[in-house]
Protein backbone atom coordinates (compact mmCIF):
# COMPACT_ATOMS: atom_id res chain seq x y z
CA UNK A 1 0.00 0.00 0.00
CA UNK A 2 1.55 3.26 -0.90
CA UNK A 3 2.30 6.27 1.48
CA UNK A 4 0.27 8.27 -1.14
CA UNK A 5 -3.34 6.25 -0.74
CA UNK A 6 -2.50 5.93 2.98
CA UNK A 7 -2.70 9.57 3.25
CA UNK A 8 -5.65 9.51 0.75
CA UNK A 9 -7.84 7.24 2.92
CA UNK A 10 -7.13 9.13 6.48
CA UNK A 11 -7.82 12.72 4.60
CA UNK A 12 -11.37 10.97 3.27
CA UNK A 13 -12.28 9.74 6.74
CA UNK A 14 -11.18 13.23 8.49
CA UNK A 15 -13.81 14.28 6.08
CA UNK A 16 -15.99 11.81 6.39
CA UNK A 17 -16.12 12.49 10.33
CA UNK A 18 -16.39 16.13 10.38
CA UNK A 19 -19.48 15.66 7.50
CA UNK A 20 -23.31 16.19 9.07
CA UNK A 21 -23.77 12.73 8.55
CA UNK A 22 -21.30 11.59 10.90
CA UNK A 23 -20.77 14.79 13.25
CA UNK A 24 -22.64 14.54 16.91
CA UNK A 25 -26.24 16.50 16.86
CA UNK A 26 -25.57 18.69 19.78
CA UNK A 27 -29.44 20.18 21.57
CA UNK A 28 -30.08 24.16 22.23
CA UNK A 29 -28.33 23.63 25.36
CA UNK A 30 -24.69 22.62 23.30
CA UNK A 31 -25.40 19.31 24.72
CA UNK A 32 -24.70 16.15 22.62
CA UNK A 33 -27.25 13.66 21.94
CA UNK A 34 -27.05 9.92 22.56
CA UNK A 35 -26.11 8.02 19.42
CA UNK A 36 -29.72 6.95 19.10
CA UNK A 37 -31.49 9.36 20.02
CA UNK A 38 -34.73 11.37 17.01
CA UNK A 39 -34.37 13.96 15.65
CA UNK A 40 -34.35 17.50 17.29
CA UNK A 41 -37.64 18.00 17.17
CA UNK A 42 -38.60 14.80 18.83
CA UNK A 43 -36.86 16.16 21.79
CA UNK A 44 -40.51 16.49 23.53
CA UNK A 45 -41.74 14.91 26.44
CA UNK A 46 -45.38 14.81 27.27
CA UNK A 47 -46.88 14.75 30.57
CA UNK A 48 -50.48 15.18 32.43
CA UNK A 49 -50.66 16.82 35.45
CA UNK A 50 -53.92 18.56 37.70
CA UNK A 51 -53.65 22.17 36.89
CA UNK A 52 -51.62 24.59 38.99
CA UNK A 53 -51.45 28.16 40.12
CA UNK A 54 -47.68 28.43 40.21
CA UNK A 55 -44.79 26.27 39.80
CA UNK A 56 -42.45 27.65 42.35
CA UNK A 57 -42.05 26.20 45.90
CA UNK A 58 -41.30 29.15 47.84
CA UNK A 59 -45.17 30.29 46.77
CA UNK A 60 -47.16 27.31 47.29
CA UNK A 61 -45.87 23.48 47.41
CA UNK A 62 -49.89 22.39 46.66
CA UNK A 63 -50.83 24.80 44.20
CA UNK A 64 -48.24 23.67 42.10
CA UNK A 65 -48.19 21.00 39.56
CA UNK A 66 -47.87 17.52 40.71
CA UNK A 67 -44.97 16.45 38.94
CA UNK A 68 -42.73 18.45 36.09
CA UNK A 69 -41.87 21.32 38.18
CA UNK A 70 -38.89 22.88 40.24
CA UNK A 71 -37.61 23.68 36.73
CA UNK A 72 -37.17 27.36 36.81
CA UNK A 73 -34.54 27.51 40.09
CA UNK A 74 -31.38 25.99 41.00
CA UNK A 75 -31.99 23.72 44.15
CA UNK A 76 -28.63 23.58 46.19
CA UNK A 77 -28.84 19.97 45.80
CA UNK A 78 -30.38 16.99 44.02
CA UNK A 79 -31.31 13.42 44.24
CA UNK A 80 -30.29 10.88 41.59
CA UNK A 81 -31.87 7.38 41.23
CA UNK A 82 -30.00 5.91 43.79
CA UNK A 83 -31.20 8.23 46.35
CA UNK A 84 -27.98 10.09 46.90
CA UNK A 85 -27.65 13.85 46.88
CA UNK A 86 -25.13 15.51 44.12
CA UNK A 87 -24.13 19.03 43.79
CA UNK A 88 -26.56 21.62 41.74
CA UNK A 89 -26.47 24.90 42.56
CA UNK A 90 -23.94 24.62 45.71
CA UNK A 91 -20.60 23.10 44.34
CA UNK A 92 -19.61 21.91 47.88
CA UNK A 93 -20.62 22.23 51.18
CA UNK A 94 -19.03 21.80 54.98
CA UNK A 95 -20.42 22.04 58.44
CA UNK A 96 -18.38 23.23 61.90
CA UNK A 97 -17.29 20.99 64.25
CA UNK A 98 -20.73 21.74 66.78
CA UNK A 99 -22.93 20.58 63.67
CA UNK A 100 -24.61 23.77 64.07
CA UNK A 101 -23.70 25.69 61.04
CA UNK A 102 -23.58 24.91 57.43
CA UNK A 103 -21.66 26.70 54.81
CA UNK A 104 -22.69 25.95 50.91
CA UNK A 105 -20.45 26.98 48.34
CA UNK A 106 -22.75 28.27 45.32
CA UNK A 107 -21.63 27.30 41.55
CA UNK A 108 -20.60 30.83 40.03
CA UNK A 109 -21.32 29.67 36.63
CA UNK A 110 -25.72 29.48 37.44
CA UNK A 111 -27.57 32.96 36.14
CA UNK A 112 -31.00 33.83 35.78
CA UNK A 113 -31.96 34.57 32.42
CA UNK A 114 -32.50 38.00 32.52
CA UNK A 115 -28.21 37.87 32.89
CA UNK A 116 -27.90 38.65 36.92
CA UNK A 117 -25.94 35.85 38.78
CA UNK A 118 -27.60 33.63 41.45
CA UNK A 119 -26.15 34.30 44.09
CA UNK A 120 -26.74 34.11 48.34
CA UNK A 121 -29.29 36.89 48.46
CA UNK A 122 -31.53 34.67 46.20
CA UNK A 123 -31.32 31.88 48.58
CA UNK A 124 -31.69 34.15 51.72
CA UNK A 125 -34.70 35.96 50.09
CA UNK A 126 -36.59 33.03 49.42
CA UNK A 127 -36.06 31.87 52.68
CA UNK A 128 -37.16 34.46 54.69
CA UNK A 129 -40.63 35.06 53.02
CA UNK A 130 -41.04 31.45 53.39
CA UNK A 131 -40.71 31.94 57.40
CA UNK A 132 -42.83 35.20 56.94
CA UNK A 133 -46.40 34.44 58.54
CA UNK A 134 -47.42 37.13 56.47
CA UNK A 135 -47.01 34.92 53.14
CA UNK A 136 -48.82 32.15 55.06
CA UNK A 137 -46.78 29.93 53.28
CA UNK A 138 -48.08 26.12 53.24
CA UNK A 139 -45.33 24.05 53.88
CA UNK A 140 -44.08 26.59 56.78
CA UNK A 141 -42.82 23.58 59.01
CA UNK A 142 -40.54 21.86 56.73
CA UNK A 143 -37.69 23.92 57.81
CA UNK A 144 -37.99 24.07 61.55
CA UNK A 145 -34.84 23.03 62.21
CA UNK A 146 -33.16 26.18 60.86
CA UNK A 147 -32.62 28.79 63.56
CA UNK A 148 -35.42 31.32 64.40
CA UNK A 149 -37.58 29.59 62.00
CA UNK A 150 -40.52 28.30 64.00
CA UNK A 151 -40.56 31.42 65.95
CA UNK A 152 -40.14 34.00 62.61
CA UNK A 153 -43.30 31.62 61.62
CA UNK A 154 -45.42 32.29 64.79
CA UNK A 155 -44.74 36.02 64.15
CA UNK A 156 -42.03 36.38 67.51
CA UNK A 157 -39.34 37.29 65.52
CA UNK A 158 -38.71 38.82 61.98
CA UNK A 159 -38.27 36.54 59.03
CA UNK A 160 -34.52 38.39 58.93
CA UNK A 161 -33.66 36.70 62.28
CA UNK A 162 -33.32 33.15 60.79
CA UNK A 163 -30.39 31.26 60.64
CA UNK A 164 -29.86 31.84 56.58
CA UNK A 165 -27.37 34.38 55.91
CA UNK A 166 -25.04 35.17 53.58
CA UNK A 167 -21.01 34.20 53.85
CA UNK A 168 -18.27 36.08 53.42
CA UNK A 169 -19.22 36.91 49.70
CA UNK A 170 -22.24 36.81 47.43
CA UNK A 171 -21.21 33.27 46.61
CA UNK A 172 -21.27 31.80 49.91
CA UNK A 173 -24.79 30.60 51.86
CA UNK A 174 -24.69 30.19 55.37
CA UNK A 175 -27.35 27.99 57.13
CA UNK A 176 -27.64 27.90 60.76
CA UNK A 177 -29.62 25.08 63.07
CA UNK A 178 -31.37 25.28 66.39
CA UNK A 179 -29.31 21.84 66.74
CA UNK A 180 -27.20 19.27 64.92
CA UNK A 181 -28.96 18.06 62.01
CA UNK A 182 -26.81 15.70 59.80
CA UNK A 183 -29.44 15.85 57.57
CA UNK A 184 -29.71 19.15 56.81
CA UNK A 185 -27.84 18.48 52.97
CA UNK A 186 -30.88 16.49 51.99
CA UNK A 187 -33.62 18.91 53.31
CA UNK A 188 -31.59 21.27 50.85
CA UNK A 189 -33.02 19.01 47.86
CA UNK A 190 -36.19 21.42 48.16
CA UNK A 191 -34.57 25.26 48.25
CA UNK A 192 -35.18 25.76 44.62
CA UNK A 193 -35.00 30.10 44.85
CA UNK A 194 -36.82 32.72 43.53
CA UNK A 195 -35.55 35.50 41.90
CA UNK A 196 -35.46 38.42 44.35
CA UNK A 197 -35.10 40.84 41.55
CA UNK A 198 -37.99 39.32 39.16
CA UNK A 199 -39.66 39.14 42.41
CA UNK A 200 -39.84 42.80 43.54
CA UNK A 201 -40.12 43.82 40.36
CA UNK A 202 -43.44 41.79 39.07
CA UNK A 203 -44.99 40.29 42.05
CA UNK A 204 -45.21 36.93 43.36
CA UNK A 205 -46.54 35.25 40.17
CA UNK A 206 -43.96 36.35 37.95
CA UNK A 207 -43.18 33.11 36.52
CA UNK A 208 -46.76 32.34 35.26
CA UNK A 209 -46.25 34.63 32.15
CA UNK A 210 -43.52 33.96 29.55
CA UNK A 211 -42.93 37.87 30.02
CA UNK A 212 -41.85 38.30 33.13
CA UNK A 213 -40.81 34.65 33.57
CA UNK A 214 -37.10 34.22 34.84
CA UNK A 215 -35.26 30.94 35.10
CA UNK A 216 -31.45 29.69 36.68
CA UNK A 217 -32.95 26.09 35.93
CA UNK A 218 -32.78 24.22 33.25
CA UNK A 219 -36.00 25.18 31.49
CA UNK A 220 -38.08 28.62 30.76
CA UNK A 221 -41.70 29.00 30.56
CA UNK A 222 -42.67 29.14 26.92
CA UNK A 223 -46.81 29.61 27.01
CA UNK A 224 -48.98 29.12 30.07
CA UNK A 225 -52.43 28.43 28.80
CA UNK A 226 -55.07 28.70 31.34
CA UNK A 227 -56.85 24.95 32.14
CA UNK A 228 -54.73 23.35 28.89
CA UNK A 229 -51.55 23.32 29.20
CA UNK A 230 -47.90 24.79 30.22
CA UNK A 231 -44.81 24.32 27.78
CA UNK A 232 -41.29 24.34 29.17
CA UNK A 233 -38.63 25.11 27.04
CA UNK A 234 -34.92 24.16 26.95
CA UNK A 235 -33.03 26.84 28.94
CA UNK A 236 -30.24 27.66 25.85
CA UNK A 237 -28.15 29.39 28.75
CA UNK A 238 -27.88 27.37 31.78
CA UNK A 239 -25.05 27.22 33.62
CA UNK A 240 -25.64 23.90 35.59
CA UNK A 241 -23.22 20.92 36.11
CA UNK A 242 -24.93 18.26 33.17
CA UNK A 243 -27.48 19.80 30.61
CA UNK A 244 -30.70 18.15 29.98
CA UNK A 245 -31.73 16.14 26.68
CA UNK A 246 -34.79 17.30 25.92
CA UNK A 247 -36.03 20.43 24.24
CA UNK A 248 -39.51 20.83 25.64
CA UNK A 249 -41.74 19.64 28.34
CA UNK A 250 -45.30 19.63 27.52
CA UNK A 251 -47.97 19.40 30.71
CA UNK A 252 -51.51 18.87 29.76
CA UNK A 253 -54.04 19.62 32.13
CA UNK A 254 -56.37 17.13 33.28
CA UNK A 255 -57.40 14.63 36.02
CA UNK A 256 -54.11 11.94 35.89
CA UNK A 257 -56.48 9.68 38.38
CA UNK A 258 -59.30 9.49 35.73
CA UNK A 259 -57.37 10.81 32.08
CA UNK A 260 -54.21 9.99 31.91
CA UNK A 261 -54.26 6.14 31.51
CA UNK A 262 -56.57 6.81 28.54
CA UNK A 263 -54.02 10.00 27.43
CA UNK A 264 -51.53 7.20 26.93
CA UNK A 265 -53.21 4.57 25.04
CA UNK A 266 -54.38 6.82 22.95
CA UNK A 267 -50.46 8.02 22.74
CA UNK A 268 -51.31 11.20 23.60
CA UNK A 269 -49.11 11.48 26.30
CA UNK A 270 -45.05 9.17 26.83
CA UNK A 271 -45.55 8.57 30.60
CA UNK A 272 -48.60 8.05 32.76
CA UNK A 273 -48.13 6.97 36.72
CA UNK A 274 -45.70 9.07 38.30
CA UNK A 275 -43.26 8.40 41.50
CA UNK A 276 -45.53 9.41 44.18
CA UNK A 277 -49.20 8.56 42.50
CA UNK A 278 -51.48 5.81 42.91
CA UNK A 279 -53.56 6.58 39.59
CA UNK A 280 -54.24 3.00 38.12
CA UNK A 281 -57.48 1.04 39.06
CA UNK A 282 -57.93 -2.09 39.54
CA UNK A 283 -59.45 -2.75 35.48
CA UNK A 284 -56.57 -0.65 34.17
CA UNK A 285 -53.73 -3.19 36.24
CA UNK A 286 -55.44 -6.10 34.60
CA UNK A 287 -55.81 -4.49 31.11
CA UNK A 288 -52.04 -3.68 31.40
CA UNK A 289 -51.16 -7.27 32.64
CA UNK A 290 -52.96 -8.79 29.56
CA UNK A 291 -51.77 -6.84 26.80
CA UNK A 292 -47.60 -7.86 25.77
CA UNK A 293 -46.80 -4.38 24.70
CA UNK A 294 -48.52 -2.61 27.65
CA UNK A 295 -47.17 -5.10 30.55
CA UNK A 296 -43.62 -4.41 29.46
CA UNK A 297 -43.55 -0.71 29.52
CA UNK A 298 -44.74 -1.04 33.06
CA UNK A 299 -42.30 -0.48 35.95
CA UNK A 300 -42.93 -1.16 39.75
CA UNK A 301 -40.82 0.56 42.48
CA UNK A 302 -41.19 2.14 45.80
CA UNK A 303 -42.00 5.74 44.72
CA UNK A 304 -41.25 7.93 47.56
CA UNK A 305 -42.02 5.47 50.48
CA UNK A 306 -45.26 7.27 50.58
CA UNK A 307 -48.31 6.11 53.65
CA UNK A 308 -51.66 6.29 53.38
CA UNK A 309 -53.39 7.18 56.71
CA UNK A 310 -56.15 8.39 58.49
CA UNK A 311 -55.94 11.22 60.78
CA UNK A 312 -57.67 13.19 63.35
CA UNK A 313 -58.45 15.95 65.24
CA UNK A 314 -57.00 14.51 69.06
CA UNK A 315 -57.54 18.12 70.31
CA UNK A 316 -61.80 17.73 70.58
CA UNK A 317 -64.40 15.17 71.26
CA UNK A 318 -64.89 12.62 70.03
CA UNK A 319 -61.04 11.68 69.12
CA UNK A 320 -59.44 12.98 71.85
CA UNK A 321 -59.99 9.92 73.63
CA UNK A 322 -58.19 6.84 72.95
CA UNK A 323 -60.61 4.50 73.39
CA UNK A 324 -62.43 5.82 70.24
CA UNK A 325 -58.94 6.06 68.09
CA UNK A 326 -58.83 2.43 69.30
CA UNK A 327 -62.03 1.96 68.45
CA UNK A 328 -61.42 3.18 64.72
CA UNK A 329 -58.44 1.12 64.28
CA UNK A 330 -59.70 -2.29 65.23
CA UNK A 331 -62.60 -1.80 62.86
CA UNK A 332 -60.61 -1.21 60.01
CA UNK A 333 -59.48 -4.62 57.90
CA UNK A 334 -56.24 -3.16 55.80
CA UNK A 335 -55.67 -6.58 54.71
CA UNK A 336 -58.98 -7.00 52.93
CA UNK A 337 -58.30 -3.18 51.74
CA UNK A 338 -55.09 -4.05 50.13
CA UNK A 339 -55.97 -7.67 48.79
CA UNK A 340 -59.73 -6.30 47.26
CA UNK A 341 -59.03 -2.32 46.21
CA UNK A 342 -55.02 -1.23 46.19
CA UNK A 343 -53.92 -4.74 44.95
CA UNK A 344 -50.35 -4.37 43.57
CA UNK A 345 -50.00 -0.74 44.28
CA UNK A 346 -49.43 -1.40 48.27
CA UNK A 347 -48.59 -3.32 50.98
CA UNK A 348 -50.20 -3.43 54.30
CA UNK A 349 -49.01 -0.81 56.63
CA UNK A 350 -48.24 -1.40 60.14
CA UNK A 351 -46.57 1.81 61.20
CA UNK A 352 -45.79 5.45 59.34
CA UNK A 353 -42.00 3.62 58.13
CA UNK A 354 -42.33 1.86 54.91
CA UNK A 355 -39.92 -1.22 54.65
CA UNK A 356 -36.86 -0.09 53.18
CA UNK A 357 -36.93 3.12 54.81
CA UNK A 358 -33.93 3.49 57.31
CA UNK A 359 -34.84 2.42 60.87
CA UNK A 360 -38.52 1.09 59.67
CA UNK A 361 -39.89 -1.72 61.69
CA UNK A 362 -42.69 -3.27 60.40
CA UNK A 363 -41.84 -6.66 62.83
CA UNK A 364 -42.23 -4.97 65.66
CA UNK A 365 -45.04 -2.92 65.30
CA UNK A 366 -47.41 -5.66 63.32
CA UNK A 367 -49.52 -6.99 66.49
CA UNK A 368 -49.92 -3.83 68.18
CA UNK A 369 -53.40 -2.84 65.75
CA UNK A 370 -55.38 -5.77 64.60
CA UNK A 371 -58.00 -5.81 62.80
CA UNK A 372 -60.50 -6.87 65.95
CA UNK A 373 -64.35 -5.95 65.10
CA UNK A 374 -65.68 -7.04 68.39
CA UNK A 375 -62.76 -5.20 70.77
CA UNK A 376 -63.65 -2.45 69.02
CA UNK A 377 -67.41 -2.18 69.59
CA UNK A 378 -65.91 -2.83 73.11
CA UNK A 379 -63.58 0.24 73.34
CA UNK A 380 -66.36 2.41 71.58
CA UNK A 381 -69.15 1.84 74.64
CA UNK A 382 -66.80 2.32 76.78
CA UNK A 383 -65.83 5.99 75.85
CA UNK A 384 -70.09 6.19 75.69
CA UNK A 385 -71.02 5.32 72.63
CA UNK A 386 -72.39 1.63 72.83
CA UNK A 387 -73.29 0.37 68.70
CA UNK A 388 -72.28 3.90 67.73
CA UNK A 389 -75.02 5.75 69.49
CA UNK A 390 -74.59 9.14 69.87
CA UNK A 391 -71.44 9.23 67.72
CA UNK A 392 -71.37 12.55 66.01
CA UNK A 393 -71.76 12.20 62.11
CA UNK A 394 -68.03 11.94 60.46
CA UNK A 395 -67.02 14.01 57.39
CA UNK A 396 -63.96 12.04 56.15
CA UNK A 397 -62.10 14.40 54.00
CA UNK A 398 -60.01 13.30 50.98
CA UNK A 399 -57.73 15.62 49.16
CA UNK A 400 -58.05 16.06 45.78
CA UNK A 401 -54.96 15.40 44.55
CA UNK A 402 -54.71 12.33 46.28
CA UNK A 403 -57.97 11.64 45.14
CA UNK A 404 -57.99 8.56 42.18
CA UNK A 405 -60.54 6.38 41.50
CA UNK A 406 -58.70 3.51 44.10
CA UNK A 407 -57.94 5.68 46.67
CA UNK A 408 -61.95 7.23 46.64
CA UNK A 409 -62.87 3.00 46.51
CA UNK A 410 -60.61 2.42 49.40
CA UNK A 411 -62.38 5.44 51.71
CA UNK A 412 -65.84 4.32 50.91
CA UNK A 413 -64.64 0.69 52.24
CA UNK A 414 -63.26 2.52 55.45
CA UNK A 415 -66.51 4.19 55.14
CA UNK A 416 -68.48 1.32 55.21
CA UNK A 417 -66.41 -0.81 57.63
CA UNK A 418 -66.82 1.96 60.08
CA UNK A 419 -71.24 1.40 59.79
CA UNK A 420 -70.66 -2.41 59.52
CA UNK A 421 -68.30 -2.92 63.04
CA UNK A 422 -69.35 0.25 64.34
CA UNK A 423 -72.75 1.75 63.72
CA UNK A 424 -70.88 4.99 62.49
CA UNK A 425 -72.36 6.91 59.26
CA UNK A 426 -69.26 8.03 57.38
CA UNK A 427 -69.85 10.95 54.41
CA UNK A 428 -67.16 10.89 52.19
CA UNK A 429 -65.86 14.32 50.37
CA UNK A 430 -63.51 15.64 48.45
CA UNK A 431 -61.73 18.34 49.04
CA UNK A 432 -59.83 20.75 46.77
CA UNK A 433 -55.83 20.33 47.71
CA UNK A 434 -55.59 23.97 48.94
CA UNK A 435 -58.02 23.88 50.97
CA UNK A 436 -57.97 20.77 52.76
CA UNK A 437 -53.89 21.41 53.05
CA UNK A 438 -54.95 25.13 54.88
CA UNK A 439 -57.17 23.12 57.34
CA UNK A 440 -55.05 20.57 58.14
CA UNK A 441 -52.39 22.70 58.94
CA UNK A 442 -54.36 24.72 61.41
CA UNK A 443 -55.45 21.48 62.97
CA UNK A 444 -59.45 22.53 61.90
CA UNK A 445 -59.87 19.02 60.27
CA UNK A 446 -62.18 16.35 62.69
CA UNK A 447 -61.57 13.21 60.32
CA UNK A 448 -59.29 12.59 57.27
CA UNK A 449 -57.55 10.17 54.48
CA UNK A 450 -54.63 11.35 53.26
CA UNK A 451 -51.21 10.39 52.31
CA UNK A 452 -46.86 11.32 53.19
CA UNK A 453 -44.04 10.79 50.99
CA UNK A 454 -40.46 11.48 52.11
CA UNK A 455 -38.59 14.83 51.01
CA UNK A 456 -35.49 13.23 51.97
CA UNK A 457 -34.17 10.02 53.37
CA UNK A 458 -34.11 10.21 56.93
CA UNK A 459 -36.45 9.29 59.94
CA UNK A 460 -36.30 12.63 61.07
CA UNK A 461 -38.37 13.66 58.26
CA UNK A 462 -41.10 11.37 58.09
CA UNK A 463 -41.82 10.84 62.17
CA UNK A 464 -40.77 14.54 62.32
CA UNK A 465 -44.20 15.95 60.76
CA UNK A 466 -45.65 14.13 63.84
CA UNK A 467 -44.61 16.53 66.54
CA UNK A 468 -46.98 18.82 67.80
CA UNK A 469 -46.25 21.33 66.03
CA UNK A 470 -46.28 20.36 63.06
CA UNK A 471 -49.52 19.66 60.85
CA UNK A 472 -51.43 17.06 63.07
CA UNK A 473 -53.91 17.74 65.71
CA UNK A 474 -52.11 15.00 68.23
CA UNK A 475 -49.41 15.82 70.83
CA UNK A 476 -47.55 13.39 72.63
CA UNK A 477 -44.48 14.93 74.83
CA UNK A 478 -42.67 11.83 75.07
CA UNK A 479 -42.85 11.40 71.12
CA UNK A 480 -41.55 15.07 70.89
CA UNK A 481 -38.39 14.25 72.72
CA UNK A 482 -37.70 11.28 71.15
CA UNK A 483 -38.01 12.53 68.01
CA UNK A 484 -36.09 16.15 68.45
CA UNK A 485 -33.27 14.12 70.23
CA UNK A 486 -32.87 11.63 68.05
CA UNK A 487 -32.96 13.77 65.01
CA UNK A 488 -29.77 15.80 66.62
CA UNK A 489 -27.71 12.54 67.41
CA UNK A 490 -24.84 11.52 65.05
CA UNK A 491 -24.54 7.86 67.03
CA UNK A 492 -26.37 5.81 64.55
CA UNK A 493 -27.48 3.21 66.52
CA UNK A 494 -28.78 4.78 69.64
CA UNK A 495 -30.52 7.59 66.66
CA UNK A 496 -32.29 4.46 65.74
CA UNK A 497 -33.70 3.08 69.01
CA UNK A 498 -35.18 6.29 69.66
CA UNK A 499 -36.92 6.32 66.28
CA UNK A 500 -38.18 3.42 66.40
CA UNK A 501 -39.85 3.78 70.37
CA UNK A 502 -41.09 7.25 68.81
CA UNK A 503 -42.73 5.18 65.92
CA UNK A 504 -44.31 2.63 68.44
CA UNK A 505 -45.62 5.59 70.60
CA UNK A 506 -46.92 6.67 67.37
CA UNK A 507 -48.94 3.05 66.73
CA UNK A 508 -50.07 2.48 70.19
CA UNK A 509 -51.61 6.19 70.67
CA UNK A 510 -53.16 6.38 67.63
CA UNK A 511 -51.63 9.66 66.27
CA UNK A 512 -53.16 7.96 62.81
CA UNK A 513 -54.10 5.13 61.63
CA UNK A 514 -51.59 3.42 59.18
CA UNK A 515 -53.74 1.78 56.04
CA UNK A 516 -50.83 1.04 52.95
CA UNK A 517 -47.54 1.92 51.81
CA UNK A 518 -47.66 3.08 48.27
CA UNK A 519 -45.57 0.81 45.86
CA UNK A 520 -46.85 3.03 42.45
CA UNK A 521 -46.56 1.88 38.39
CA UNK A 522 -45.69 3.35 35.90
CA UNK A 523 -45.96 3.64 32.14
CA UNK A 524 -43.46 4.78 29.56
CA UNK A 525 -43.05 4.76 25.98
CA UNK A 526 -40.55 2.28 24.32
CA UNK A 527 -38.95 5.47 22.67
CA UNK A 528 -38.39 7.20 26.64
CA UNK A 529 -34.72 6.43 27.52
CA UNK A 530 -32.39 7.23 29.75
CA UNK A 531 -29.99 6.24 32.34
CA UNK A 532 -32.28 6.88 35.33
CA UNK A 533 -34.75 4.66 34.00
CA UNK A 534 -32.23 1.82 33.72
CA UNK A 535 -31.75 -0.40 36.76
CA UNK A 536 -30.67 1.81 40.25
CA UNK A 537 -27.58 -0.08 42.39
CA UNK A 538 -30.08 -2.36 43.82
CA UNK A 539 -31.74 -3.68 40.44
CA UNK A 540 -34.71 -2.11 40.20
CA UNK A 541 -35.99 -0.46 37.36
CA UNK A 542 -38.78 2.51 38.27
CA UNK A 543 -39.13 6.26 37.35
CA UNK A 544 -37.82 6.87 41.12
CA UNK A 545 -39.11 9.96 43.26
CA UNK A 546 -38.52 12.68 42.98
CA UNK A 547 -39.82 11.38 39.00
CA UNK A 548 -39.33 13.89 36.33
CA UNK A 549 -39.21 17.05 38.62
CA UNK A 550 -36.31 19.66 38.66
CA UNK A 551 -34.93 18.66 41.85
CA UNK A 552 -33.63 15.14 40.84
CA UNK A 553 -31.42 13.85 37.78
CA UNK A 554 -33.63 11.84 35.81
CA UNK A 555 -35.11 14.70 33.80
CA UNK A 556 -31.47 15.84 33.05
CA UNK A 557 -30.83 11.53 31.48
CA UNK A 558 -34.20 11.13 29.64
CA UNK A 559 -34.35 11.51 26.20
CA UNK A 560 -36.50 9.84 23.08
CA UNK A 561 -35.06 7.92 20.97
CA UNK A 562 -35.34 6.87 17.40
CA UNK A 563 -37.99 4.26 18.18
CA UNK A 564 -40.18 7.55 18.24
CA UNK A 565 -40.67 7.40 14.50
CA UNK A 566 -42.41 4.01 14.50
CA UNK A 567 -45.08 5.67 17.18
CA UNK A 568 -45.73 9.50 17.21
CA UNK A 569 -47.22 10.68 13.82
Partial sequence: ???????????????????????????????????????????????????????????????????????????????????????????SWSVSKDGLTWTFYLDKNIKWTDGTPLTAEDFVFSFQLAADPKHGWDFAWFYSPIKNWDKAVRGEVPPSAIGVKQGKD??????????????????????????????????????????????????????????????????????????????????????PGTSAFKAYLAGEIDICGYSNSQIFTPADLEVIEKDPELSKQFHQGFGDFRTFYLGFDCYNPPFNDLRVRRAFAHAIDKEAIVNTIIKKQGIVAYGFLMPGFPGSNPEGLKNIITYNPELAKKLLAEAGYPDGKGFPALDMWVRADLASPTVVAAANAIGAMLKKNLGIDVKITVKETKTFMDALNAHKLQFYLVSYGMDYLDQSNMLGIWVSTGRHAWKNDRFDRLVKEASALLDKKKRDEMFKEAEKILVEDVGGIFLWHQTPGALWKPYVKGKDLEPDKYGITALHWPGIEGVGTTIFSIYISKDVLKYRK
Fill in 170 to 255: PYTLVITTEYPAPYLPMMMLYSTPLSKKAYEKYGPYYNNDPKTSVSCGPYVLEEWTKDKQIVFRINKNYGGRVKPYLEKIIVTFGD
Fill in 1 to 91: MSRRFVVSLLVLVMALSLSPAFSAVKNSAGRVLPPDAAPLEYQVLRVMSQPATTLDWFISVYKRTNEANNYFGEPLVRLNKNFEIVPAAAK
